[in-house]
């Protein structure tokens, strides 16, 4: 049962332009997300994250949209640089009633995105 | 600050072994969560340890199982080993609530 999809094995984006990463969830009980991207042979580093709360999040060339209706969440990437080449995973996670205690991340298969210069 | 650290970086171990993989959390993370991630797929929750107890657990069998010490570094245990356990071994440490977690360079178990 994946409850966290990532349709697109891999992406490709000339450098200077918009990359977007999908992401789609089947568990409504979900109300934390993430986005981690991974190079060969070092664990994956947090990029950004979004409550269940917004729909929005921007951090610098990183904004994730969330679209709570629709179960689907995205991450786009501008500009995109030959540096943002690496695996990106999208996760998902609850908390408990109090919205403290956050237990596992449901991961996503990856997209391997590729910027060309 | 150190981030996490997990040793060794590669180990090849064969059927029916135990092991044994080590993690030491960023300093001031007092959760634990370890992951395991087969070839060409994301990262699968085994459990989540907190102040020393476990209070998460994914499908895995018995025979994984873990450890978080007083100083928030953990281990995790493989007894019986299978072929299909050849995998990269993740180790994540955070606090509690919802923030980022920060992950290890992993383990990379071979079984042969």
């Known amino acids: 049962d994946q409850q966290v999809k990532q349709n697109s094995p891999s992406l490709s984006v000339q450098e200077g332009r918009i990359s977007i990463l999908n992401c789609d969830y089947t568990?409504?009980?979900?109300?934390?997300f993430l986005w981690y991207k991974k190079y060969p042979a070092e664990g994956p580093t947090f990029l950004i994250s979004i409550s269940s709360i917004k729909d929005k999040n921007e951090d610098g060339r990183f904004t994730v949209f969330l679209n709570k209706s629709a179960k689907h969440l995205s991450l786009h990437i501008v500009p995109s640089q030959p540096g943002d080449s690496a695996v990106y995973f999208c996760a998902a996670t609850r908390g408990d009633a109090g919205g403290t205690s956050y237990g596992k991340l449901t991961f996503g298969q990856g997209t391997i995105l590729t910027v060309h210069p | 600050e150190t981030g996490v650290t997990q040793s060794p970086t590669h180990l090849i171990k064969t059927r029916g072994q135990q092991v044994t993989l080590r993690c030491s959390s960023q300093s001031g993370h007092n959760t634990v969560s370890w992951y395991q991630q087969a070839l060409g797929q994301g990262p699968q929750f085994i459990f989540q340890y907190y102040r020393e107890e476990e209070n998460g657990r994914g499908n895995f069998p018995p025979r994984f199982s873990g450890l978080q010490f007083p100083n928030y570094s953990s281990e995790l245990n493989v007894n019986a080993l299978e072929l299909d356990d050849s995998a990269l071994y993740l180790c994540?440490?955070?606090?509690?609530?919802?923030?980022?977690?920060?992950f290890g360079s992993g383990t990379r178990l071979t079984v042969v």
């Open positions: 994540a440490s955070s606090l509690q609530g919802p923030y980022g977690y920060t």
């Open positions: 568990n409504s009980m979900f109300d934390y």
